[in-house]
């Protein structure tokens, strides 16, 4: 069974800092791979989608990188702000149209 | 981007009664529908996948005969919480998939049993 692990469960930064999050998955045959994010009692905004035959994914000042073999994949956030603070989710698909099997999460807090 | 959506929203319901929560795609077919629930800082676990016109695939643990789930158009699934009781209330969030690529998760519905 896919087991998805995130590390650190909580992280907090000052302002301005880069950052970076950790998620290691135990099985490497993903379809793909997505990095979430879930503001205090609301739903889930995807940040960045991964295929498996992908390596990095950017948008803005995100990037997210993949290493399959490894089982392991990272987001790293520029020049973090506090609108960043929220729970961050990574989760991998072992097929398409299958489900996701979602980490532990990281806790963001940027201090202004 | 294709769009799911969940409704209600929020619901506080009394111990004892049912609660329907509606898992809409608006602009696509979902031969598949995926309800997971998440409980207070903690992640989310799948509950059941059910494909459009077939009985539902739950998850060990998940109790199909309190949570009933019905997909019954490409379009629409819905999660009945049978007697619910407070240790049902949790944060419920369906995702959608279908023949265009991709999953895309609905914005969630909070369920209060007082």
């Known amino acids: 069974k896919q087991e998805v692990t995130q590390i650190p469960a909580a992280l907090s930064v000052p302002e301005g800092e880069n950052l970076v999050l950790n998620c290691s998955f135990t099985d490497s045959a993903i379809y793909n791979l997505q990095w979430f994010r879930q503001d205090p009692g609301k739903g889930l905004t995807s940040l960045l989608l991964?295929?498996?035959?992908?390596r990095e994914q950017t948008s803005g000042r995100l990037n997210a990188s993949l290493d399959k073999s490894s089982g392991r994949s990272t987001l790293y956030i520029a020049a973090s702000q506090p609108g960043d603070s929220a729970t961050y989710l990574c989760?991998?698909?072992?097929?398409?149209?299958?489900?996701?099997?979602f980490g532990t999460g990281t806790s963001l807090t940027v201090i202004p | 981007g294709a769009v799911v959506s969940q409704h209600p929203s929020r619901v506080i319901c009394k111990s004892g009664t049912s609660v329907k929560i509606e898992c809409r795609s608006l602009?696509?077919?979902?031969?598949?529908m995926f309800w997971y629930r998440q409980f207070p800082k903690k992640s989310l676990m799948l509950m059941a996948t059910s494909n459009e016109g077939s009985k539902a695939t739950y998850e060990q643990g998940v109790e199909k005969d309190k949570f009933l789930i019905n997909h019954a158009s490409l379009t629409l699934s819905t999660l009945t919480v049978t007697s619910a009781h407070p240790e049902d209330s949790s944060f419920y969030i369906c995702s959608a998939a279908g023949r265009i690529a991709g999953q895309y998760f609905g914005p969630g519905t909070r369920l209060t049993v007082t």
């Open positions: 989760a991998v698909s072992l097929d398409t149209g299958n489900q996701f099997y």
């Open positions: 991964i295929q498996s035959s992908q």
């Open positions: 602009d696509f077919q979902a031969t598949t």
